[in-house]
């Protein structure tokens, strides 16, 4: 007989009643040798079954133990207990799996609230917790939802390489990528190893963003966006950094500054509307959690909102646009200054820490931020230069609890500027020439973001360290599966 999925049987489940199905899944918890907890992660709720114990043999009940395989025949009755509308009244039961029950007191399968870094140490029974089920089906809808998006919208979805030639982007330390013998790699005259000898005839790196290619793309096919893996090599051990990330980035020709902020608010909006619409149980499941992670903290650092509410919040209100000057007269003039408690100076040019984005977002408006504007010293070269001469069409946005979600600008479409541009940063500008093909056949203006899709994650799960909302996360000293 084919099998149902769990999640099907819960939302159809009239039509099922009295029917004879059969479910295959995980066993969860088995009570008083009758009720078994099948979840087959489909969703969030498990199913019950109810066993007539004194029908089946004591050894094949034996074999029913936390985390074993099962396939379960019977009827689906309407329950008698509290606690779930049906139930499963079981006529055929198959060992698919067994789980040893010594092996399983060394897990997290054993029926208590393990901590998140001890979870993330159980590479595979990580997934069978009731946490990571909910934060994994949400990844799912939050990567369907931004294909969805951009496919409404006309984009086309770009692959860019993950190995690239480029290194001149400066957007971060990167990897190298090389197939010379390590311990013996050819020499050049300066004692140097000659890349001419590898795989590609030069030093490759594993990309740090895809937004110069999309950018080529942009100015023939009008709107395209990337979704891929993203390689940043700092050693940077926080809880928003990985060494391996996905990330997002829209470009779009005759964008301006102006369209790019509208394109990015719309985009974080409906990911926040689409999950909310499809995931209540994971999410509900998820504020819950948060809540009780939120007592546990100083009341200085908790959210004042539930999840559900910081998602409704987003979604229902304009986010605050300001220029990073305007910014910084607000950090000059805050009680915080005033009373020295930023570690980090603050003076118009510096790089913002985040400290000074957690106040803007957290304390000064209470809401998602875009600024703008920021000085064209600390930004990337191809941001279009304003008409001051001294900042760019550049935009990050910042997230409450998050920091950076989003960097962004509008790019230096006039050849003239992006090349003189080039040698202020002492970037190799013969090595682009690909690049600046774009700004030489019909230039246009055009504009772009990168949105880190684990920061995004973080955000609608609630979840506040990005290892907990990547399957397998790579950081320093970190690769063990
Ligand atoms: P940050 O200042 O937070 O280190 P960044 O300015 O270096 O980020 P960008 O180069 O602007 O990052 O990348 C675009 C987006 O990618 C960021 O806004 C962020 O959401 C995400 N991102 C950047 N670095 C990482 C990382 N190491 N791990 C996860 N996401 C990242
Ligand atoms: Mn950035």
């Not at 394109?263 to 999410?283: N, P, Q, S």
């Not at 203006?445 to 955000?459: D, K, Q, T």
């Amino acid at each position: 007989m084919k099998r149902i999925r769990i999640s099907e049987i819960l939302a159809g489940h009239e039509a099922l009643l009295g029917q004879e199905i059969t479910v295959k899944g995980w066993v969860r918890a088995f009570r008083s040798n009758r009720f078994v907890q099948l979840n087959d992660g489909s969703c969030m709720a498990n199913l019950q079954a109810v066993i007539d114990f004194e029908q089946w043999d004591e050894v094949l009940l034996k074999r029913i133990t936390t985390a074993a395989a099962l396939s379960l025949r019977g009827k689906l009755v309407a329950s008698q207990g509290a606690g779930q509308v049906v139930e499963l009244q079981v006529t055929g039961i198959e060992i698919l799996g067994d789980a040893h029950p010594d092996d399983v007191q060394k897990t997290v399968m054993q029926p208590k609230r393990h901590s998140l870094e001890f979870l993330r140490e159980q590479a595979h029974l990580r997934f069978r917790t009731n946490t990571f089920g909910a934060v994994f089906r949400i990844r799912h809808a939050v990567a369907f939802a931004i294909h969805q998006f951009f496919n409404e919208r006309g984009f086309y979805y770009l692959h860019t390489p993950i190995i690239t030639g480029s290194d001149a982007e400066g957007a971060g330390e990167m990897f190298r990528v090389t197939t010379l013998d390590a311990k013996n790699p050819p020499l050049n005259d300066e004692g140097k190893v000659d890349f001419k000898d590898d795989f590609f005839g030069k030093a490759v790196n594993l990309t740090v963003s895809g937004q110069l290619e999309a950018e080529l793309a942009a100015t023939a096919l009008g709107q395209v966006y990337t979704f891929g893996p993203t390689f940043r090599a700092e050693n940077s051990n926080t809880s928003r950094h990985l060494a391996e990330f996905w990330m997002i980035e829209p470009e779009v020709a005759f964008n301006d500054l102006q369209d790019n902020m509208d394109l990015t608010e719309a985009f974080l909006k409906y990911i926040c509307a689409y999950v909310l619409e499809h995931c209540g149980a994971d999410i509900q499941f998820l504020q819950d959690r948060d809540a009780q992670e939120q007592a546990q903290k100083p009341a200085n650092e908790r959210h004042e909102m539930g999840l559900i509410d910081r998602l409704k919040f987003v979604i229902e209100n304009p986010f605050k646009r300001l220029t990073y000057t305007e910014a910084i007269e607000i950090l000059l003039n805050s009680n915080h200054y005033k009373k020295k408690k930023f570690k980090y100076p603050v003076e118009w040019g510096i790089d913002l820490q985040s400290e000074h984005e957690r106040y803007l977002v957290e304390k000064e408006f209470n809401c998602p931020v875009i600024l703008t504007d920021y000085p064209a010293k600390i930004k990337a070269f191809y941001m279009r230069l304003n008409e001051d001469g001294k900042t760019v069409a550049a935009m990050d946005v910042l997230f409450p609890g998050i920091g950076e979600i989003v960097g962004g600008s509008q790019r230096e479409e006039r050849y003239e500027i992006l090349v003189q541009k080039c040698e202020e940063f002492g970037i190799p500008a013969e090595e682009l020439w690909w690049y600046f093909d774009t700004r030489k056949f019909g230039t246009v203006p055009h504009a772009g973001f990168g949105l880190g899709f684990e920061r995004m994650v973080m955000f609608v799960t609630g979840m506040s360290n990005i290892r907990d909302v990547i399957p397998f996360p790579r950081t320093p000293l970190n690769a063990e599966f």
